[in-house]
């Protein structure tokens, strides 16, 4: 390599070397000038994340908590702690607890008395069993081919044979209640 070659390559390195100082100065004067916000930025994002963690964790311990208790109320309904425990661990499967013993022991006071919030599925449910309790067919959208069944043989009943087997073709042939509503449909031949 010759003499001019060589200060050509050193003035080379050097001014990359200058670009690489330059680009270093300039992230420091970014960083200097907005230090404050990227740390605010960072600490939000740790706390956010540390936040989810933490509440995630607390749910996780509640839902633990809830199941405890209602596993030990299937063992003795009467543990009054086991009850508090459900009731504010978990309130929505306090009140599906509630709609399970009712239903079992028949009791329609006891559907009254559960506390349903906005839950739409369990005031379904209650409006339907609470219909059934008083002998007599209930509307319910989760039950739809069971109500179905129960209007047709109550349509019977009343010699309402057309009104029956309008009810009975309104359930689809994939339904476990199909086998019943085709022998209810040759009662109304």
Do not use: C
Not at 98 to 105: E, G, H, I, Q
């Amino acid at each position: 390599m010759s003499l001019k070659d060589e200060i050509n390559y050193v003035k080379e390195e050097l001014t990359s070397d200058e670009k690489l100082l330059e680009s270093a100065f300039r992230l420091e004067r970014i960083y200097k000038k907005h230090k404050v916000k990227i740390w605010a930025v960072v600490a939000l994002l740790v706390i956010g994340f540390g936040g989810k963690a933490l509440w995630g964790a607390y749910r996780d311990y509640q839902l633990s908590k809830a199941n405890e208790a209602y596993l030990t109320l299937q063992k003795h309904p009467d543990d009054k702690a086991a009850q508090e425990t459900l009731k504010s661990a978990n309130p929505r499967l306090w009140a599906l607890y509630l709609y399970a013993r009712a239903v079992k022991s028949g009791d329609a006071k006891a559907l009254d008395a559960i506390p349903v919030g906005d839950d739409a599925l369990l005031k379904d449910l209650i409006a339907y069993h609470r219909a059934v309790l008083g002998s007599r067919p209930g509307d319910s959208r989760y039950y739809a081919d069971l109500s179905r069944v129960e209007k047709a043989y109550e349509a019977l009943k009343a010699g309402h044979k057309d009104e029956a087997r309008q009810l009975l073709s309104a359930i689809a042939e994939n339904s476990p209640l199909a086998p019943i509503a085709r022998l209810l449909r040759h009662a109304t031949l």
